[in-house]
């Protein structure tokens, strides 16, 4: 019976393994809202005559500038968690594997494989938690889209302030061009992301690990996602 019930408790810790620690879920969460109202803000900052969800346009700019500095403090967090526990470019860095064997056997699996009932051909673990195609999307957006997005955020956020660097880096119909042209990427991948959150062994299996930390592993392949 003793034996029995340590392999019981074995087996519940390997289904409770924690792929997502506190600190990452509540950053995680904080983040998404604020790109969420950040794209619902921008998209009456773009069609004013045309939509009015914050009210006037002066409210809209008010709670997109209040959520992007939310994003740049979270951003500071999410970058700084990772660098002093040593995991920032162990998760996030792709090697020269993940481009030769791991981005195309994920591209394939999500493109065909998966509509066939194909198990995953990835599990993540608490020391590599994304998949080839995850880890690349993944560093692209972290390393280089948002700190361009903040960047850009914040020299359009003080005119006055920032003219120099504004005049120097083209004006301000350039800054604002490029600054529009990566919200468009965000809000496509924001789209696909929560597609892909959808493809575990159950639809909210992933939305759950990203609130409880782990993913059960009834079928014995799990992902995750964020």
Known sequence: MARRKKVRQKRDQ???????????????????LAIVLLVLTG????????ISWFGTFKTAVDVH??????????????????????????????????????IPTQSTYYFARIFFGDPPPFEPTPK???????????FGIMFVLVPLQVVTGVLLWDLERFRPLIAA?????VLDA?????AYIFT??????????????TFFSHFKAMIVGYEEKETGHTQTSA
């Not at 967090?77 to 996030?92: A, D, N, P, R, S």
């Not at 590599?128 to 993944?138: E, H, P, V």
């Open 43 to 50: 998209i009456q900052l773009r069609f004013p005559d045309l």
């Open 65 to 102: 500038n209040i959520f992007g500095f939310i994003v740049l403090f979270d951003y500071v967090l999410w970058f700084g968690f990772y660098l002093i526990t040593g995991e920032l470019f162990k998760q996030y860095a792709p090697t020269p594997e993940d481009f030769t064997i791991g």
């Open 14 to 32: 390997e289904k409770k393994e924690i792929l997502q620690p506190l600190v990452v879920r509540i950053w995680h969460w904080i983040h998404a």
């Open 188 to 201: 496509s991948f924001l789209i696909v992301h929560i597609y892909l959150s959808t493809l575990g062994h």
């Open 128 to 138: 590599a938690k994304f998949n080839s195609l995850q880890k690349t999307t993944y």
């Open 169 to 173: 880096l083209g004006g301000v119909r």
């Open 178 to 182: 490029f600054h529009i042209i990566l």
